[in-house]
């Protein structure tokens, strides 16, 4: 193993704007998710928390439709040398099972693991280090939503002449659809290829799906996760109740399901010489998940020009992996 590592860090994570954006997700009480990913501790404490639910690593059907997917993306990507870009790559597994895939089939690879944590580029590089050599891998730290300039940094930085697959997996759930998705689709070019991974709401029935799934997110490792972010600022658990519930967004006619601090007793705390004051019966949002059908994926990605080539759909109904497009 090499004792360096090159990373690209954009202006959007350095200390100053992160520390603007900390203190903003705590004066609207709102946390920005990028903050469960902030440290060393939660990156480990969310890996674990993957290794342990996430249906890619523990449900065989899941990793086949991942399996099916990947397959179908090498397939299309007709050209001798292909650049993989992982957008919110976490750990990497993913990722490294695609670039597993695109080696064995004789192509030069690329890659750029991308992340908002360092922790996380690093992780996802040593693994793809298995498929890529390291001279064509280029990790690179950025906040994907606040990031305005991501096109051209992507244009100028990553100049070899070859083709695009881009990877989005896990992170729709998380964002803002309408503030999210224009950026992913101007990542990606004509001809290029984006795989897009959500987790989905079972059935027919959109409301009975979303309800069905809220149990998998009250759990310890979660709950464990959440709460590094307030007790890292001197909350303690006893401060109040962490809550899991479905919530209805009006702006996109999409449910959620919304994880929010409830505090019972008031409490003061001061970061950067900024003083916060919760008083008792408010609550401070920790962490959203959206819940999507396949159509309602469809339909999302179709109004930003990003078409739905093929998807796989778990037997659960439960997650779905779509190969797109720019229209
Ligand atoms: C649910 S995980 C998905 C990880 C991986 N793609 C997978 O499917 O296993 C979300 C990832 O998004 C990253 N992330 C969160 N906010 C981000 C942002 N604003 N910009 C870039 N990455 C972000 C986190 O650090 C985390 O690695």
Same mark, same amino acid.
């Given at each position: 193993?090499?004792a ?11 200390p ?6 900390l ?23 969310w890996?674990?928390?993957h290794?342990a639910?996430?249906?890619?690593r523990n449900?065989?059907?899941c ?14 990507a007709?050209s001798k040398a292909v ?24 192509r ?19 693994t ?8 064509? #891998?280029?990790?690179?730290? #950025?906040?994907l ?38 950026k ?12 897009f991974?959500a ?7 959109y ?10 997110y009250d ?8 709460m590094?972010f ?6 303690e658990r006893?401060?109040?109740q ?14 959620r399901?919304v994880a929010?601090?409830h505090?019972?007793?008031?409490l003061?705390?001061?970061v ?10 408010e609550?401070i ?22 078409e739905?080539?093929e ?9 779905g992996?779509?190969l #797109?497009?720019?229209?």
């Amino acid at each position: 193993m090499s004792a360096v590592a090159n990373v690209l860090i954009h202006a959007s994570q350095y200390p100053e704007k992160v520390r603007r954006d900390l203190l903003a997700s705590l004066r609207l009480r709102r946390v920005n998710h990028k903050f469960h990913y902030d440290s060393v501790k939660q990156t480990q404490k969310w890996l674990a928390l993957h290794q342990a639910y996430s249906p890619a690593r523990n449900d065989a059907d899941c990793a086949a439709i991942y399996d099916r997917a990947f397959a179908a993306a090498a397939a299309r990507a007709r050209s001798k040398a292909v650049h993989v870009i992982g957008l919110g790559c976490g750990g990497g597994q993913k990722d490294a099972r695609l670039l597993k895939l695109l080696k064995a089939s004789g192509r030069e690879i690329f890659y750029t693991p991308c992340d908002v944590s360092t922790a996380m580029v690093l992780t996802a590089r040593q693994t793809a280090l298995a498929s890529v050599p390291d001279k064509n #891998c280029f990790p690179f730290v #950025c906040d994907l939503a606040t990031a305005k300039d991501l096109t051209t940094t992507f244009a100028s930085r990553f100049t070899f002449h070859v083709s695009r697959l881009t990877t989005f997996f896990g992170m729709i759930p998380n964002f803002e659809p309408q503030l999210i998705l224009p950026k992913l689709a101007s990542l990606v070019r004509p001809k290029d290829l984006l795989l897009f991974s959500a987790n989905l709401a079972p059935g027919a029935d959109y409301t009975a799906g979303v309800k069905k799934i809220l149990p998998q997110y009250d759990n310890a490792l979660t709950r464990d996760w959440l709460m590094t972010f307030l007790l890292d600022l001197g909350v303690e658990r006893n401060d109040g109740q962490l809550r899991f519930k479905i919530g209805d967004d009006r702006t996109n006619g999409l449910k959620r399901i919304v994880a929010g601090f409830h505090f019972t007793r008031s409490l003061r705390i001061e970061v950067d010489s900024e003083t916060f004051d919760f008083r008792a019966g408010e609550t401070i949002r920790l962490f959203f998940s959206y819940r999507y059908t396949p159509e309602r994926v469809r339909k999302v990605l179709g109004q930003y020009g990003l078409e739905v080539c093929e998807r796989w759909i778990t037997k659960s109904e439960e997650e779905g992996v779509f190969l #797109c497009r720019k229209r």
